[in-house]
């Protein structure tokens, strides 16, 4: 069984289709069951209501988010058991009691070796979402293109992202992640179509406003993009630090062309740092890491204001590269010159795990934390680290 059967049922929108007939029937076969042991077998008639009563609440007739989860039948298997127990001191004698306690026994075993292998999938995030690998689940693809994404896997990724919303289009978490894969592949125009439809589907999630920012600010579209950062502090005030980004977007777009020295020319600067931007992703995905770097030592020369960015990804190209001390010197460089980077923080963090340094890691995990306490990626690696 799956952690989340979200669309891998398919909807049904008739009563007359064959799956909605056959639970219909069964329906009306468990009240004709109650009615009629409710002279005849009490005991069997009270776990028939028991199991319909406590279904009710799960069952849908007014929609929640889970269309169906495991947990739904732990309350639903107390009338299993009382129909066992019910059987057992009915009918138990000295004739079948060594075949009945045999089969008990295997019974047994059998289960535990069933939650013993469950129980496998349920080591770390990454453990349990990969059940879903195969799966046609649209949050079960969504998770799997999580791990691709994460791993920077992005070309894995997508399809999933794809997927998930042909089986749910109104998947939101489907369309902003598939958003985000066009953002770091440079296709804005697709990455907006994304988002905005992630929008649509819920008005107040506040990542798809501070996303389509990002991308209104690197096609130019900077009226817009402080348009959706303002609209996002009504509904998140301060997410993910998008007071100061708005107030230093604003102060930048009310400069006067007097202030801004003559032979500074800032949109021929902006262009090449474009092009050197998404050059050097092309070749970190091609695994032209040095190329990369020198690409990126460019941009810094260009635009050394966001020096702590650039050497956060100079840091992953030697990871890329298996020099692992380089990318240590090098987030450690992005940290000092920003405490706050979360990306490097992160990144540094990781690489501890890789040469077993488990209280650096954690130390770097929870530094994350405290710059944003909602971090979902270091509370699942501090929680993972918890347990060993």
Not at 111 to 127: A, M
Request: net charge positive; aromatic share 12%.
């Amino acid at each position: 069984m799956l952690y989340h059967y979200n669309g891998t049922l398919p909807d049904a929108y008739s009563f007359l289709e064959f799956p909605v007939i056959i639970s219909e029937i069964f329906i009306l076969l468990l009240i004709f069951f109650i009615i009629f042991f409710y002279k005849r077998q009490p005991v069997i008639s009270f776990c028939l209501v028991f199991f319909a009563i406590s279904l009710i609440p799960v069952m849908n007739i007014i929609p929640t988010m889970n269309f169906m989860a495991e947990r739904f039948l732990y309350l639903t298997s107390f009338s299993l058991a009382v129909v066992i127990v019910y059987f057992l001191t009915k009918y138990l004698n000295e004739k079948n009691y060594l075949p009945l306690f045999l089969i008990s026994i295997l019974i047994i075993i059998a289960f535990s070796y069933l939650t013993f292998e469950r129980n496998k999938e349920w080591k770390n995030n990454d453990t349990l979402y990969s059940t879903g690998e195969g799966i046609d689940g649209s949050v079960l693809l969504v998770n799997v293109g999580n791990i691709y994404a994460n791993k920077k896997q992005y070309d894995e990724a997508e399809p999933k992202f794809k997927r998930a919303i042909e089986i749910r289009d109104n998947n939101l978490l489907a369309h902003h992640n598939l958003g985000l894969i066009y953002i770091l592949k440079g296709y804005l125009d697709s990455a907006e179509f994304q988002i905005r439809k992630g929008i649509q589907i819920d008005s107040l999630a506040p990542d798809g406003y501070f996303q389509l920012s990002n991308v209104y600010q690197q096609q130019g579209r900077i009226n817009e993009a402080i348009t959706m950062l303002e609209k996002l502090q009504a509904i998140v005030p301060d997410y993910r630090g998008s007071k100061e980004i708005l107030d230093n977007m604003k102060s930048k777009r009310l400069l006067k062309p007097s202030n801004i020295p003559d032979n500074i020319k800032m949109p021929v600067q902006n262009e090449q740092v474009n092009i050197l931007e998404k050059r050097s992703f092309q070749f970190y995905q091609d695994k032209k890491y040095n190329d990369a770097i020198k690409d990126i030592e460019e941009m810094i020369k260009i635009n050394p204001s966001n020096i702590s960015g650039y050497y956060n990804n100079i840091a992953l190209c030697y990871e890329g590269l298996k020099d692992l001390d380089k990318a240590k010197e090098y987030y450690m460089k992005a940290i000092k010159i920003d405490g706050k980077n979360v990306n490097a923080l992160g990144g540094l963090a990781a690489l501890y795990l890789k040469k077993g340094d488990i209280k650096s890691a954690k130390a770097n995990y929870n530094k994350i934390l405290e710059i944003n306490p909602d971090d979902a990626n270091a509370k699942a690696k501090l929680d993972s680290l918890g347990r060993q």
